[in-house]
């Protein structure tokens, strides 16, 4: 079975989600991340239709994470711990895993940092300062998948039934005329 009209309206729902999810990404300082260098989809053909899927680069869970945002730990008097407003995640430990900021300081080449005395402070030491207080403060939930989703949805899903029920008509018609 051969679905064209469906197909093509579900390309077009999949570019006006990502489109507005990355606009989302780069308003919320991720424009060069490789979350939306690899935010995209895949339509493949089954069986009874088309499948859809929309895809994040290589983490499964770290795109749901920007997305919802993570509840902080909390810790100390005005720990931002509702940086991740009503979200699923929460951190649970007072700093992040060990190694996981290092590598991030080390991508982004950031330079040695300065403490209160003007001394220098290590990578590991900025690492570690760092990686506390994103797990006490939590990360800001973006929404760039969920909103742009749930907004084209509301626009394309009458245009994804008519087209899905056109395509049907039109197989059945195939298969009437195939089987005289």
Do not use: C
Not at 64 to 90: H, L, N
Not at 120 to 142: D, E, P, S, Y
Not at 151 to 173: F, R, W
């Amino acid at each position: 079975m051969d679905f064209p009209k469906t197909k093509k309206v579900l390309n077009q729902f999949a570019k006006a989600v990502i489109k507005s999810g990355k606009a989302r990404l780069s308003a919320s300082k991720m424009g060069n991340s490789r979350l939306i260098k690899n935010f995209g989809y895949h339509l493949d053909q089954i069986k009874n239709g088309d499948l859809l899927t929309f895809t994040f680069g290589g983490s499964a869970k770290y795109w749901q994470f920007v997305d919802e945002g993570v509840r902080g730990s909390g810790g100390y008097k005005g720990s931002g711990k509702a940086r991740g407003g009503k979200s699923p995640f929460k951190f649970k430990k007072k700093n992040i895993a060990k190694g996981v900021i290092d590598r991030w300081i080390v991508r982004k080449g950031l330079k040695a940092a300065r403490d209160k005395e003007g001394r220098f402070i290590k990578r590991k030491g900025l690492a570690f300062v760092i990686g506390r207080a994103i797990a006490q403060r939590g990360l800001t939930r973006t929404q760039f998948f969920s909103a742009p989703y749930k907004k084209n949805m509301k626009y394309y899903i009458n245009k994804i039934a008519v087209a899905y029920a056109l395509d049907t008509v039109d197989n059945i018609e195939k298969k009437l005329n195939t089987d005289k």
